[in-house]
């Protein structure tokens, strides 16, 4: 599976962004899949953000960005969304979609990546 991320740009602090990825499979995307998103801000690791059990539903979101950001998927559009609300400049970096077979925030345990789109949360 490919995977397209979209939707970065630049906002001021206390605004919003809404990401999305797109993933490109000859098919669905298998319901035991789990898609996640990962950040990598300039000097840091990557770290995991949210993830979304593709068949199910569930969701996971760290604890940096529990109440600023929400995951959801749409199925039939094989599309993942990243909406971030009450965005601070500690949110820039690259973002990134990827999946795995089962959740996990270690990003080792992802397949696929998407190419990353850049946050940049400024005044």
């Known amino acids: 599976v490919q995977l397209q991320a979209s939707g970065g740009g630049l906002v001021q602090p206390g605004g919003s962004l809404g990401l999305s990825c797109k993933a490109s499979?000859?098919?669905?995307?298998?319901?035991?899949?789990?898609m996640g998103w990962f950040r990598q801000a300039p000097g840091k690791e990557r770290e995991f953000v949210a993830g979304?059990?593709?068949?199910?539903?569930?969701?996971y979101v760290a604890s940096s960005v529990k109440g600023r950001f929400t995951i959801s998927r749409d199925s039939g559009k094989n599309t993942m969304f990243l909406q971030m609300s009450s965005l601070k400049p500690e949110d820039t970096a690259v973002y990134f979609c990827?999946?795995?077979?089962?959740?996990?925030?270690?990003?080792?345990?992802?397949?696929?990546w998407g190419q990353g789109t850049l946050v940049t949360v400024s005044s």
């Open positions: 990827a999946t795995a077979r089962t959740y996990s925030m270690n990003q080792n345990e992802y397949d696929s």
């Open positions: 499979t000859s098919g669905r995307i298998f319901s035991s899949r789990f």
């Open positions: 979304i059990r593709w068949g199910a539903g569930t969701t």
